[in-house]
């Protein structure tokens, strides 16, 4: 197969062919570490495509230890049908499906999904990316000139590689859909908004990670604030700035960018430099606007969005904290809403959550969470969205999904439809029992019908407009219905709180 770089040799794999580890910029190493992603040099003879690239450089998602990958990371898999299923003797090119991985910006890679399930039932041509990640891709200093989101820079070099490449493995380039989860969702999100993103796609589905994402001060441990994954870049800039000098590169002559690039990967790599460094920039460059506000004002590319979240969003997030900081009765699980919303809202939030009405206070409180992190700022943001373009909302409800994380369940809080368990529905990641296979393949009908048109699902999934136009998502005769999403998850309490609940405390 042909690039615009040079011929590549991938895999056969019966009904479907990969193409991995395909470079689709330079490696930003040395003098280019910090720098916009340059196109990738071309390449003499045939380049094997048979095993995916190195991954970004990361530390480990669960437990502890040193960080792994490399700088040379920009590598891009492509998994496309062996043969296009026959649809009324339609002949055009592919939709192609480009998918931006999760991981909080601080790990993950494009190779962790394997995508044939809907290359092959859906008929859809998918590429995964790698994307700089934490201190790598999101740094910011006043010699870089700002934060330049090279995170979002990396994914856009990789939207111009799938428009030069895309015919060459039998997708549209003119019928792009990007897509990703969590992390990758906030990605979506930046480049629905983000000038420079302009025709680079054409839909786009974000899936637990709307531009309003957030989470309360101390919602999860008490000395952390605010949760808000886009920051202004002044903030980032100044956090380089002090970083530098704690790593001996404060130079009042100038020369500190040098001096940090002299650096090796590991000293960068530390768990502080990483978390501090993975937050969204803006205010300049590629996104002017804070994206939450660019969809309140129309300012946002105008393609088709599908966009929602699991039922459960924040149980895994809790879970992980609950040795830490208990919620083990109701005077704790009073006292967590006290130092997250103040006592006047907690009252009327404990109203809206009593204790009695779920299984344990643990559960009470990541069910508060979900909505008011997750469920409501994206109901929000889709109302935004279809003042202007059509949108389609979903939950996905299925609370006996797999849990592919590794993780072991907490007692007192069950997974349950967790953030990113709808994953192993689109994704070959864990088994399935067979009411849940049919789940995935009308997600994978749904999610490539709405790559292929616009739309996901004809008269039964309606646009969103009224409040009960969300689809949920769950195995069984009666599992997918349409809901009153706002209704069933007290979205109006949580819109009276939204402008109280952003900003650091």
Same mark, same amino acid.
């Given at each position: 197969m042909d690039t615009d770089r040079g011929p590549v040799r991938g895999r056969a794999h019966g009904s479907y062919r990969t193409f991995e580890?395909?470079?689709?910029?330079?490696?930003?190493?040395?003098?280019?570490?910090?720098? %916009?992603?340059? =196109? #990738?040099a /071309?390449?003499?003879?045939? $380049?094997?495509?048979? +095993?995916?690239g190195s991954r970004c450089v990361q530390l480990p998602p669960i437990g502890t230890g040193g960080p792994?990958?490399?700088?040379?990371?920009?590598?891009?898999?492509?998994?496309? %049908?062996t043969? =296009? #299923?026959? /649809?009324s003797g339609d002949s $055009?090119?592919?939709? +192609?499906?480009?998918?931006?991985?999760?991981g909080g910006f601080l790990n993950g890679a494009g190779d962790l999904y394997r995508p044939e399930p809907l290359a092959v039932r859906g008929g859809v041509v998918v590429v995964t990316v790698n994307y700089r990640l934490g201190v790598f891709g999101l740094f910011g200093h006043p010699e870089l000139g700002g934060a330049p989101a090279l995170a979002l820079a990396d994914q856009q070099a990789a939207l111009r590689w799938v428009r030069a490449n895309a015919?060459?493995?039998?997708?549209?380039p003119h019928n792009v859909t990007v897509f990703g989860e969590s992390a990758g969702a906030l990605s979506v999100c930046a480049h629905l908004v983000s000038p420079a993103s302009a025709g680079l796609f054409h839909k786009a589905i974000v899936q637990s990670g709307s531009c309003s994402t957030t989470m309360p001060a101390r919602s999860l441990l008490p000395d952390l604030g605010t949760y808000e994954p886009f920051v202004p870049e002044g903030r980032v800039v100044a956090d380089g700035a002090e970083a530098a000098g704690r790593l001996g590169c404060d130079r009042p002559a100038g020369g500190v960018v040098d001096c940090l690039r002299s650096l090796d990967a590991r000293t960068l790599a530390t768990p502080e430099l990483m978390q501090r460094f993975s937050l969204v920039p803006y205010g300049k460059g590629l996104l002017p606007l804070e994206p939450r506000r660019a969809l309140e004002g129309g300012r946002f590319h105008r393609v088709p969005v599908m966009q929602g979240t699991t039922l459960d969003?924040?149980?895994?997030?809790?879970?992980?904290?609950?040795?830490a900081h208990p919620v083990a009765d109701e005077a704790s699980y009073r006292a967590r809403l006290e130092q997250s919303f103040g006592a006047a809202t907690a009252r009327v939030v404990e109203a809206a959550y009593p204790v009695s009405g779920h299984p344990t206070p643990a559960v009470a409180w990541a069910t508060l969470l979900s909505d008011a992190s997750f469920t409501c700022p994206t109901l929000r943001d889709s109302g935004a969205l279809a003042r202007h373009v059509p949108t389609y909302g979903y939950r996905f409800s299925d609370r006996d999904a797999p849990n592919f994380t590794g993780l072991p369940e907490v007692a007192g809080l069950p997974y349950g439809a967790s953030h990113g368990f709808e994953l192993p529905y689109l994704f070959t990641m864990a088994p399935l029992a067979a009411p849940q296979r049919e789940l995935a393949d009308r997600m994978i009908g749904y999610w490539?019908?709405?790559?292929?048109?616009?739309?996901?699902?004809?008269?039964?999934?309606?646009?969103?407009?009224?409040p009960d136009s969300v689809l949920s998502l769950a195995p069984g005769a009666e599992g997918i219905r349409t809901v009153d999403a706002r209704a069933e998850h007290h979205c109006a309490l949580w819109d009276a709180w939204w402008p109280r609940g952003t900003g650091s405390p």
């Open positions: 580890g395909i470079p689709y910029a330079a490696p930003p190493t040395g003098a280019l570490r910090w720098l %916009p992603p340059r =196109p #990738a /071309r390449w003499a003879g045939v $380049r094997d495509a048979g +095993a995916a792994s990958g490399s700088e040379d990371c920009l590598f891009l898999n492509v998994t496309a %049908p043969a =296009p #299923a026959p /649809r $055009r090119p592919l939709p +192609a499906m480009v998918w931006f991985h999760g015919a060459r493995f039998g997708a549209d969003e924040m149980r895994i997030f809790v879970a992980q904290t609950l040795a490539s019908a709405f790559a292929r048109t616009g739309s996901p699902g004809g008269a039964q999934w309606p646009r969103y407009r009224a």
